[in-house]
């Protein structure tokens, strides 16, 4: 922050302090992104965005139609 220049240092002083009041609750969350840099930061941002949208169940839902017909058996089909 500092190498910035943007900011002074009283609110280089807060935002330090709001970082730490934040990681009291690390072990709360089941990701965490440090913004150092910040094209990463986003990066990872948008790779959770992507395995939540993913999940199972919300799948499950998005393509019922299409799960429900693969697993209903073919009553043509030979084994």
């Known amino acids: 922050m500092r190498k910035r220049g943007q900011d002074s240092e009283a ?3 807060q935002r330090l302090g709001a970082a730490r009041d934040e990681m009291l609750h690390f072990n709360e969350f089941d ?7 910040f094209d ?6 948008c ?4 395995a939540s949208r993913l999940r199972r169940e919300a799948q499950k839902v998005r393509h019922a139609g299409l799960i429900q017909a693969l697993l209903t058996p073919d009553p043509g089909a030979t084994d």
């Open 31 to 37: 990701y965490v992104i440090v913004n150092e840099v």
């Open 47 to 50: 790779a959770i965005f992507t």
């Open 40 to 45: 990463t930061a986003v990066d990872e941002l």
């Open 11 to 13: 609110v280089i002083a």
